[in-house]
């Protein structure tokens, strides 16, 4: 399956698993044309060669984790918000001595 073939798939209400798998995909694809093993025939142009590959692979890595670091640090800092809210504090209590 290629990237071409999952992107035509996704819809607008896309899950973390189906955007990490189109990312390994891309991935994937990227370092296969990069050792110039490619599943389909097809012309590569000029412009495209193995060490302007390596730089584009390089960014699209630098820009996924950058991504990954800005989603988990809203995470944390959301879960910081939480769990300090004292409405939310008393609820995991009850439901604690609920459970005792």
Do not use: C, H, W
Request: aromatic share 4%; net charge positive; hydrophobic share 45%.
């Amino acid at each position: 399956m290629t990237s071409n073939n999952i992107i035509l798939q996704l819809t607008l209400s896309n899950s973390t698993r189906d955007v990490k798998l189109l990312q390994d995909l891309i991935i994937t694809e990227a370092i296969q044309a990069y050792e110039q093993k490619l599943d389909f025939p097809a012309k590569i142009p000029e412009f495209l060669t193995p060490d302007r590959l390596l730089n584009i692979l390089a960014a699209l890595l630098k820009a996924l984790l950058q991504e990954k670091k800005r989603v988990l640090g809203a995470f944390i800092r959301k879960r910081q918000k939480i769990s300090t809210n004292p409405q939310f504090l008393q609820s995991v209590q009850l439901r604690e001595q609920q459970l005792r």
